[in-house]
Nanobody
């Protein structure tokens, strides 16, 4: 089994910053893509950013220039640095990882439980 645990969410004023973390644990051989998704109230979940195992990144247009995704492969941890936050960034933020299971070498897609980000105007 593989688990993802997010942390770092909270309440912040518009223009502020937050840093989310996503720690992976369990039977991990390697982690390929790590990604952050978010879901605002009443809306569908959307992809915010992803990072490959080699460090290539991609961002939703709405967060380009404000958010930075990164990872520490040695710690099996991903991060999302969010700057210049806007009220429309409010939502539950979910970590997602494509993991190769140690032992079986099965490909797994794993989700965290989510962390709430609230940006006040």
């Amino acid at each position: 089994q593989v688990q993802l645990v997010e942390s770092g969410g909270g309440l912040v004023q518009a223009g502020g910053s937050l840093r989310l973390s996503c720690a992976a644990s369990g039977s991990i051989f390697s982690i390929n893509r790590m990604a952050w998704y978010r879901q605002a109230p009443g809306k569908q979940r959307e992809l915010v950013a992803w990072i490959s195992s080699g460090g290539s990144t991609n961002y939703a247009d709405s967060v380009k220039g404000r958010f930075t995704i990164s990872r520490d492969n040695g710690k099996n941890t991903g991060y999302l640095q969010m700057n210049s936050l806007k009220p429309e960034d409010t939502g539950d933020y979910f970590c997602n990882a494509r993991v190769i299971n140690r032992g079986t070498y099965a490909n797994l897609e794993v989700w965290g439980q989510g962390t709430l980000v609230t940006v006040s105007s």
